[in-house]
């Protein structure tokens, strides 16, 4: 592996003893060497296509992040992934050709022009502005979950948050305006001028997506019930799973984001509920989540012959049990706004209220 030093560090806004208190002994003894390793140097990727050298992989599908984990022959060992280094990869731009020659189902996009146009992205890359919002939130989340008593969550964990030479942005951005409508040059540009980013994050097992692995049916209503669970959580401590700022930019919730173990591989789509400034917005946000969470878990029992519909009896049992299991564990003491979400449904007196504030 290749490693490039001296790159300059994004201060985070909460400390690694914050968030894991007393849990630390969760970590494997490797993590801290390798974290501290990692402040110094970060790997470059030797390949945008999938890859395994010296601990380093890629997984499928993972295109702007890779993996590391000594190889201690152990199963269910905890990584740590690294996000954002593909533009130093010798093949960036073939990975470029390849999003170019692909069209988005709809748009008549191409993905890389997707990227630019609909989610605000440079493709293949990460934004500094991107991995600075992304390591904010997952430490927030995390500082908040650690007064609740329950285990460390399976979440990414930041340790490190890095910006990349700008020679590096202005090469990648010269890189995807030539495979681009010359109508998206001034925004490439723009989105450049903001910076590239990188960040090293914890995971407590390999982030395998829900998208990725099929499971049998046993093993996918236990993982099923993690992600219940963990957006049970989240709820309770004030943040909301996803919201519609996260529509066509991918949800925590999503099959591609939902991991194997019940975890969230990426944790973008939450959002304080403090931020949501009407009651309108949380009850979108709410339903959003019921409606998402209950997409994946359909497709983990059965891929693509469980849906949502009108004669979907299976999909529309599961968005039911879904809702009905983050109402009762939200509590009495949930924000107003979700209780009176959830309490609409009881009574049509309840529902005729909402329709007469609208």
Not at 5 to 31: I, N, T
Not at 104 to 119: C, K, M, P, Y
Not at 333 to 352: E, L, Q
Request: proline residues 6%.
């Amino acid at each position: 592996m290749e490693f490039i030093s001296g790159l300059a560090s994004v201060p985070l806004d909460y400390g690694l003893q914050d968030v894991l208190g007393s849990r630390g002994s969760q970590l494997e003894p490797w993590v801290g060497s390798a974290a501290a390793s990692f402040a110094t140097k970060l790997p470059i990727p030797p390949s945008c296509r999938i890859f395994r050298s010296e601990g380093y992989f890629r997984l499928k599908r993972h295109q702007r992040s890779i993996c590391f984990a000594p190889q201690t022959g152990e199963p269910g060992c905890s990584v740590l992934c690294i996000k954002g280094m593909e533009p130093l990869a010798p093949d960036f731009a073939r990975a470029l050709d390849r999003l170019a020659a692909r069209r988005t189902v709809n748009s008549g996009l191409s993905d890389l022009e997707h990227f630019v146009l609909i989610e605000d992205k440079l493709p293949g890359c990460l934004l500094l502005s991107e991995a600075q919002a992304e390591v904010s939130i997952a430490g927030t989340v995390h500082r908040r979950l650690s007064d609740d008593g329950d285990p460390l969550a399976r979440l990414p964990l930041p340790v490190l948050c890095v910006r990349l030479p700008q020679t590096t942005a202005e090469s990648a951005a010269r890189e995807i305006s030539s495979r681009a409508s010359r109508s998206l040059w001034h925004k490439i540009d723009m989105l450049a001028a903001g910076g590239l980013g990188a960040y090293v994050y914890w995971y407590p097992s390999t982030p395998l997506r829900a998208s990725m692995v099929p499971l049998n049916r046993q093993l996918a209503v236990t993982v099923s019930e993690g992600w219940i669970d963990l957006a049970a959580r989240l709820l309770r401590a004030g943040f909301l799973p996803t919201t519609a700022h996260s529509l066509e930019r991918g949800h925590c919730c999503d099959l591609n984001n939902s991991v194997i173990d019940g975890g969230f591989a990426d944790i973008g789509s939450v959002a304080p509920l403090t931020e949501l400034s009407t009651p309108t917005d949380v009850f979108i946000a709410l339903q959003m989540t019921i409606w998402i969470l209950t997409s994946t878990i359909l497709y983990v029992l059965g891929k693509n012959e469980y849906r949502i519909g009108r004669f979907g009896y299976v999909g529309n049992m599961v968005l039911h049990l879904v809702r009905e299991r983050l109402m009762c564990a939200c509590g009495k003491d949930a924000d107003p706004r979700i209780t009176k979400f959830f309490d609409a449904a009881k009574n049509m007196s309840a529902i005729v209220g909402l329709l007469e504030k609208k």
